[in-house]
Nanobody
Framework: QAQLVESGGGLVQAGGSLRLSCAASGRTFSGYYMAWFRQAPGKERQFVAAIRWSGTSTYYADSVKGRFTISRDNAKNTVYLQMNSLEPEDTAVYYC?????????????????WGQGTQVTVSS
């Protein structure tokens, strides 16, 4: 059974950094994109970043460009999200997702698999 497990969330002050990890297991994710989404209280889940299986292409929401970096280690079946210059507005539950590499990486309903989420809280 395919499973995505996130880790690395926590409490950090504004301007600080966190690195999230998402460990994938249970199947091969060859040909899948891996993505991060986030959901703040009372808001819809929104796209943050995505990376293709090859790792050659990455995509970011405008709100995180220049601050967040997504990467993947296919040998370890793990995707990472390095978050720098964090802002209180980045506070949310962050979810890892995986879906067929069809170009719809930014759509919530395009993902086949989801992790359970990890809380990121940025204090001002």
């Amino acid at each position: 059974q395919a499973q995505l497990v996130e880790s690395g969330g926590g409490l950090v002050q504004a301007g600080g950094s966190l690195r999230l990890s998402c460990a994938a297991s249970g199947r091969t994710f060859s040909g899948y994109y891996m993505a991060w989404f986030r959901q703040a209280p009372g808001k819809e889940r929104q796209f943050v970043a995505a990376i293709r299986w090859s790792g050659t292409s990455t995509y970011y929401a405008d709100s995180v460009k220049g601050r967040f970096t997504i990467s993947r280690d296919n040998a370890k079946n793990t995707v990472y999200l390095q978050m720098n210059s964090l802002e209180p507005e980045d506070t949310a539950v962050y979810y890892c997702a995986a879906g067929p590499d069809s170009g719809n990486y930014y759509r919530v309903n395009a993902a086949d698999y989801w992790g359970q989420g990890t809380q990121v809280t940025v204090s001002s």
